[in-house]
């Protein structure tokens, strides 16, 4: 399935192109948020199969998409997970060396877009380290809002009446 937007599109990545989750999860400067959880993340193909099966075969309950530019370039990945199918945890990772020209921001709506339209999505939530200030901003940006922090962790959160709201 693809999800175009005025910048590029979303793609559920195909087996092989599970590479270049393998290329941003490896990347140290687009994974150097995460240095305080262990950094980059190892992706060997061995654990592919697992994961693609998991994350990219109609489970409503893992949505994973790659993000592509107008050329066809890999941007980065955004997904979510939900046990429930009602409140789903957000990722959304954007190759460090595409940052800054709106990618992540577009993505994220179309996403967004997608999700609350699904029958049961009413709720995303995201766990942001507390220095992480541009995934912050991003999701502000999108109409989250912050519901908790510590020094550690801002935990935000969108209910499907804010992103309408936000983005007539």
């Known amino acids: 399935m693809k999800i175009s937007y005025r910048q590029g599109y979303l793609k559920q990545p195909t087996y092989d192109d599970l590479m270049y989750t393998k290329r941003l999860w490896e990347d140290e400067?687009?994974?150097?948020?995460?240095?305080?959880w262990g950094g980059t993340i190892v992706f060997p193909?061995?654990?592919?199969?697992?994961?693609?099966?998991?994350?990219?075969?109609?489970?409503?309950?893992?949505?994973?998409?790659?993000?592509y530019n107008n050329n066809h370039e890999f941007i980065g990945e955004v997904s979510s997970r939900s046990s429930d199918l009602i409140t789903h945890h957000l990722n959304i990772k954007v190759l460090a060396s595409m940052r800054g020209h709106?990618?992540?921001?577009?993505?994220?709506?179309?996403?967004?877009?997608?999700?609350?339209?699904?029958?049961?999505?009413?709720i995303v939530v995201d766990d942001v380290a507390s220095d992480?200030?541009?995934a912050i901003h991003l999701l502000k940006k999108c109409g989250f809002i912050i519901e908790k922090e510590n020094s550690e962790i801002v935990y935000m959160r969108l209910d499907k009446h804010q992103f309408d709201g936000h983005n007539k």
């Open 102 to 122: 709106q990618h992540g921001y577009h993505a994220l709506n179309a996403y967004l877009e997608y999700l609350f339209n699904t029958p049961h999505a009413t």
């Open 132 to 134: 992480n200030q541009g």
């Open 29 to 36: 400067e687009t994974m150097a948020f995460n240095k305080k």
């Open 45 to 67: 193909k061995e654990e592919w199969m697992s994961f693609y099966e998991r994350y990219c075969i109609d489970d409503p309950h893992y949505v994973y998409y790659h993000i």
